[in-house]
């Protein structure tokens, strides 16, 4: 796995390889690449490359988390906004996952979020 600052691993995100940053760093995992701060219980960015698509951590937590986020951003991609469950939800089995619960259990995407970052 690839050691970067933090300021060096947004081309790292973008292109959907493994690092290492400071409390920050991005793994492969369920067949989805995501982007991690501080621990598991905060998913910054999740690829789903079923359908080829970027989702984004829209809570705010603190402000080295917000300036991680801003470091890390994949550019040139849309990104769906979800809040924090949302995005733990999405690294358990991705988009499938969550359109598949809502449909066979009832569960809302309620954490569905407009967001300008």
């Known amino acids: 796995m690839l050691e970067v600052a933090n300021s060096k691993c947004?081309?790292?995100?973008s292109r959907r390889l493994p690092f290492m940053g400071s409390?920050?760093?991005?793994?492969?995992?369920?067949d989805l690449y995501i982007v991690y701060s501080?621990?598991?219980h905060f998913p910054?960015?999740?690829?789903?490359?079923?359908?080829?698509?970027?989702f984004g951590n829209a809570d705010k937590y603190s402000v080295t988390t917000s300036k991680q986020r801003s470091q890390s951003?994949?550019?040139?991609?849309?990104?769906?906004?979800f809040d924090?469950?949302?995005?733990?939800?999405?690294?358990?089995?991705?988009?499938?996952?969550?359109?598949?619960?809502?449909v066979l259990f009832g569960k809302p995407l309620d954490?569905?979020?407009r967001v300008t970052v």
């Open 10 to 13: 947004r081309d790292l995100v």
């Open 111 to 113: 954490g569905w979020r």
């Open 38 to 40: 501080y621990g598991t």
């Open 44 to 54: 910054l960015w999740v690829y789903d490359p079923l359908i080829d698509q970027w």
């Open 84 to 102: 924090t469950e949302t995005m733990k939800r999405l690294t358990h089995g991705g988009y499938k996952q969550l359109a598949s619960d809502r």
């Open 23 to 30: 409390n920050l760093w991005g793994v492969w995992k369920n």
């Open 73 to 81: 951003q994949p550019l040139d991609v849309t990104v769906k906004w």
